[in-house]
């Protein structure tokens, strides 16, 4: 605290042969936070340099925690308590850069249909402070950046638990060193008895297997923690062993089920008279999934029907989860934890529906929600709803058409797909005019041998017009079910949410584009969706709109889930990118527990039963649960793009190099960003790795230019070559000669044809 009474004036807090400072008492801390003189939140720490972090403040700016002991050996999200340095401690911000590749490290999901990096508040103050290693420089306001202290964790969030590698120390005294592969962690020191019998004898530094280490003690006076061995995985750098430390990482339960779960479950299951005769039997309708290819759990279908006054009757019916996983089950129990679940899958299916009465414009008319049993009358994928839009004239045959089933027809079928699109680009039309931001970005699609597992190609998921289709009426149920569970839970609806973002941040993303020619108005979301239109429409490759969506998207804050009585006003429900007042999660209760929290919720709100001792009426345990899901929601994220990175790396080890098309987002004294456009990857160019004679950056009227001096070859003579914001690059994909695992970007000659 820059005023008030420190504890460690009274307390030897500060010996000299401490590393750290010993946490304040915990009556001290109390007593700070409530004054004023202390401040409470969670930390960021930088993946890139695990000596800077910052400390997130609700509404106001953050604080800067500077250096390794500043930090005072608090991780990755913990809650810590904070006081402030003196304003003569705080850092000057005369010049500052727009350091878009400092924020890699808060990539986070900011909607499921769209995982995507998130850059959040804390890093609103990073972006004032003086690097050596800069961008181009951006004025700012803001005259000192706040800096401070950890004098206590509230809460320990990181798990301690981590992957890495064991080395020889040099003076062992019993102990081997642990190398975590997450560098914002410590070295920690593991008892030899816990290491293998070969390591001390083995002529391989580091050991060449994956452990597992948990932390058990981290004293004030040593830069290493202690810790334990957990687990050894198998040999670094294969697909086995890395797969089990990216879901231990991120502590993903993949055991299996115990016999009591399984006992919960029903088995030859079928619907019973009761259930039949409870719901609405609509087994006869035309009624049909679209899902990927490889899905095999399907838990949503479609239906659409013409009306005699030209509207349309269309429905979305879901698997009906919350009938199999009741509440307080041993099911539910581990359904909430893993925020995960499952579904026996049946021909007759019971299901929740949602029907609407629909314009052909796609204006609701009225709407009816209910329990109802199905039967799919056809299993499409996307690309065989895409054929038939792309050729809704063709006749089709059953040699080329999927099975159907009951006494539908192909034509029937047909003409419900093509009445579904037009009605869902209606709705797209109308939600993007509303000023609904897309910020769509590439998804690596792995093909993999069926024997050894690992990829023989990779090629991005392609969103085709048929994803679209599915995607609108999949959005039409969750915000018409997110507005009547509302009008019967005010205080508990289980709602999903996605902050404003910080209009400072916003400012300067779109500041930062116009230097380099890229003129995008950020003033509000209909403005920026607007422009990010424009510049779609001018972008003939589209790879600018790439580029320019990706360094967007840092700037949005990430989608969570919450109790509706967590706010006050209705206003902090809404969902920025989507630009809706109220969302909720309803379509995906296969694999999503939010979902079934929110089937429960509309059951009995439409059953009018009374619930006061169940979870879906306890505020406060539903606020746990939305914790729970939300913190599982980011590692099921970051799990995802662990593993997509692990098999790009298996890729690119098998095939390179790579000749690939890449754009340039980011410019540093000695390095710069690229954004590899086939995969939607970004990767940092050395320059000290390319073949340079020298390299220079220089900005002229805030424009920077990395200029690159290549040196003369047997066929060329030396040159120059600028690199700016948004240039399109050639560059050479390969692995990462000093990893195990993990690959690299060069520049290639431009006088060099692949």
Known sequence: MASGENPSKNHDHRDSHKVFEEYWPKEAVKKGIKKGDLVKGPIRINL??????????????????????????????????????????????????????????????????????????????????????????????????????????????????????????????????FIPRDHRIPRIRVPLTQCPKDFQKSSEEPYPDLFFVEIVEWKATTHFALGKVLRRFGREGEIDSETQAILAEYQVDTSPFSDQILKDLPSDWQISKKQLKCRKDLRSSCIFTIDPATAKDLDDALSCEPLENGNFEVGVHIADVSYFVRENTPVDTLASKRTLTFYLVQKDRLTFSVVWELTPNGKIVKEWFGKSVIHSCCKMNYDHAQSVLDNPSKTWTSQDFPQIYGDHTISKIVSVILNLNKIAQELLKGRLSSGAIELNQPKQWFSLDSDSGYPTSCKTYEMKESNGLVKEFMLLANISVAKKILTGFTSTAFLRRQPSPCAQMISKVTNYCKNFDIHCDGDNYRSLQASLLAIGTNDKDGIHTQAVSHIFLRAMTRAEYFCSGTFESHDSFKHYCLNIPLYTHFTSPIRRYPDIIVHRQLFNLLEGKSQDNSMITNTAKLESIAKVCNERKLAQFNVGKKSSELFFSFFVRSCEPLHEDAIAISLLDSSFDVLLVKYGLVKRVYCNNVHLENWKLTRVRKKAKLILYWKATSTSKGFSQEISLFSKLNVIVESDRQQTLGFMVHLQHPKVTA
């Open 48 to 177: 890139k340099n695990y000596k800077e972090a910052f400390v997130q403040r609700e509404g106001e700016k953050d604080i800067f925690i500077d250096g390794f002991a500043a930090r005072n050996r608090a991780l990755e999200g913990d809650i810590v308590v904070v006081q402030i340095n003196p304003k003569s401690e705080w850092k000057t911000v005369d010049n500052f850069e727009f350091p878009i590749s400092d924020v890699e490290y808060l990539s986070q999901p900011m909607e499921d249909d769209h995982d995507a990096s998130a850059l959040s508040a804390q890093l609103q103050n990073k972006l004032a402070l003086v690097k050596n290693d800069s961008e181009p420089t951006i004025k700012n306001d803001q005259p000192l950046q706040m800096t401070g202290k950890v004098i206590y964790i509230k809460e320990k969030k990181r798990s301690r638990k981590t992957c890495g590698l064991l080395r020889k120390e040099k003076k062992p005294n019993g102990h081997a060193l």
